[in-house]
């Protein structure tokens, strides 16, 4: 990724959690808003960093920006793995949220506290471009979640979902086909 495509996918992320510009303000903010936009900011860095050739004077700044990313991990609840997430990541608010290392998420992806995306023994997820995970929803196992899909609070996600559909439910199901949901304001 070069230094123009960091960039692109700060903005993109920066963008997706409502901010226009990205003033000192919002950089030292403690709102929780500017504390997860930090928080993803960071986390693009490090994947960016990671995918540079190692020096000595990298691996002390990589060393620092890993410990610094997984206190801020903890302290808001993430355990979100590099290389997951598309750009335009959107993190609602504070809270647990788990996504597993092998766990694929496209671009545009909102995704509420209670979330996990997990294993199974025989796989994990792919969740495709502008998707809403609502809170406390489990998406777990070898699984397709279409483009444009909605994921219902608490839903329990085990079985492929298609692209514009709503889906809830303990087990998950379908809700409503065809919908046209924008998360972005």
Not at 159 to 182: F, H, R, T, W
Request: proline share 5%; glycine share 10%; charged share 20%.
């Amino acid at each position: 990724m070069k230094d123009s495509a960091l960039a692109s996918a700060i903005r993109e992320d920066l963008s997706a959690m409502g901010f226009e510009s990205w003033t000192w303000r919002e950089q030292v903010s403690a709102t929780s808003r500017a504390r997860i936009s930090r928080f993803i900011i960071r986390m693009r860095v490090l994947e960016h960093e990671n995918r540079q050739p190692r020096t000595p004077v990298r691996r002390v700044a990589m060393a620092l920006r890993w410990r610094r990313h997984a206190r801020d991990a903890a302290v808001l609840g993430f355990t979100i793995p590099l290389n997951t997430f598309g750009q335009g990541l959107a993190i609602a608010h504070i809270g647990t949220i788990v996504v597993n290392e092998n766990a694929r998420i496209g671009r545009g992806c909102r995704i509420h506290p209670g979330v996990t995306i997990g294993t199974t023994k025989h796989g994990v997820p792919t969740i495709g471009d502008n998707v809403y995970i609502g809170a406390g929803a489990k998406i777990t196992g070898p699984i397709s979640v279409g483009d444009n899909a909605v994921i219902a609070p608490n839903a329990a996600v085990t079985k492929d979902v298609p692209a514009n559909a709503l889906v809830g439910g303990v087990p998950a199901s379908v809700i409503q086909s065809d919908v046209e949901y924008e998360w972005r304001a």
